[in-house]
Every structure is written in structure tokens, then in C-alpha cells.
């Protein structure tokens, strides 16, 4: 069986050979099957997600969502799989990353924590049976949305450790920053969504 698939949503003007790039030198390349970049031509990632998910067709271990300007770690993927194979409990696999010169998500998972901040970044490799779909209606803080939704069904995430599994550019509407409503709108959402 495929071990690994990728979406990858495509903002308008956007270009994901960065992404596509980082992928053909990944150490993981033999575990590939298949690379689906998607226009997001509803200006709603969640949306375009879960479209690519349905429309990837064939079953794989695993899926992973990335965005379009990420730029792979040589052996990121690679170690995000090795961490669902030693854990096999673990629902999703995530990984520290490198943005603006500062390192995120470098922490364990604990499902307490989660309930306070999120601990993972949407690029985080997935277990494609137990994946409950994007909330189309999150218009920020979609990741979190996804991590709080799979505890609330006893799914929980393993760190895969080590040096970051991937690196971004600070962007406005991008990854942890920008977007369309404000960090505080978007919290009150998930707080009563997640009666958090």
C-alpha cells in the first residue's frame, strides 16, 4: 500500500514549486505516490483541503496537508513517518518548524495543553483512516480546529523531535500570522465550538 499522499492548496497567484521542490529532495520520495496541488478557487483552504482529499481516490497510509510555500526539510517527512511507526496509537505525527528566524510547535504533545494553545501546524502527516475532514466554516486557527476535533473523538498526535521538519516565510494571511478576522475572533469561535 502508498504510504504517503499530499494536497497541496494553491492560493490565488500563488506558486508551490518551493513546496514541490523541497518534496523531490525528501528522503521520503520512495514512500510517495502521489502530489495533488489544487487551485483554491473558493478562497477557503479547508475547502480546498478536504476537495483534495476526496479527490486523491487511492488509499495510502497516510496524508499529509501543506501548504504552498513551505520549504521540506530533507528528512522531515521521512521522520513523521517514522514516528507514526514507532507509535502506533498515535493518531498524527508533528514536527518543530523555522519561521521568521523563531522555532514553533517544538513542544510534546500533551491533551491538555492543546485545550489551551495549539501544538501542532497543519503540516503534520496523518492517519488517512481516522482524518475527520477540515471544518470549511474556520476561517483561522483551522489546525487547531482539526487536533481539537480528533481529541474529542480519543485521537491524539506524536512529536516526531529533532531539528525542524520544515521552514516558512512570514506572510501576511499565511501560517500563524494575518488572516481574514483577528487571533482573538478566531479563539471565541473555537472556544465554543470545543466548549474550550
Not at 520512495?30 to 487511492?58: S, T
Not at 498526535?157 to 520544515?166: D, N, R
Request: overall charge neutral.
Amino acid at each position: 500500500m502508498t504510504r504517503v499522499q499530499i494536497v497541496i492548496p494553491v492560493r490565488e497567484g500563488g506558486d508551490p514549486s518551493i513546496t514541490v521542490a523541497s518534496l523531490a529532495r525528501s528522503t521520503f520520495s520512495q514512500h510517495m505516490n502521489q502530489v495533488l496541488a489544487i487551485p483554491d478557487q473558493w478562497a477557503n483552504a479547508n475547502r480546498c483541503r478536504n476537495e483534495g482529499f476526496a479527490a486523491l481516490g487511492v488509499q495510502s497510509d497516510f496524508v499529509l496537508f501543506s501548504d504552498d510555500d513551505i520549504n521540506w526539510s530533507k528528512t522531515g517527512i521521512q521522520r513523521l513517518i517514522a514516528a507514526l511507526d514507532a507509535h502506533p496509537e498515535a493518531a498524527y505525527a508533528f514536527g518543530a518548524y523555522e519561521m521568521g528566524g523563531r522555532i514553533y510547535c517544538d513542544h510534546q504533545f500533551d491533551p491538555q495543553a492543546l485545550r489551551k494553545r495549539n501544538l501542532a501546524s497543519t503540516m503534520s502527516l496523518i492517519r488517512r483512516p481516522l482524518f475527520p475532514g477540515f471544518d470549511p466554516e474556520i476561517k483561522r486557527l483551522q489546525d487547531w480546529s482539526l487536533w481539537l476535533t480528533m481529541a474529542e473523538r480519543g485521537h491524539y498526535g506524536v512529536h516526531c523531535g529533532g531539528a525542524p521538519i520544515f521552514s516558512t516565510e512570514v506572510r501576511a494571511g499565511g501560517i500563524t500570522y494575518g488572516g481574514s478576522i483577528s487571533y482573538e475572533e478566531a479563539f471565541e469561535v473555537l472556544r465554543k465550538k470545543h466548549n474550550l
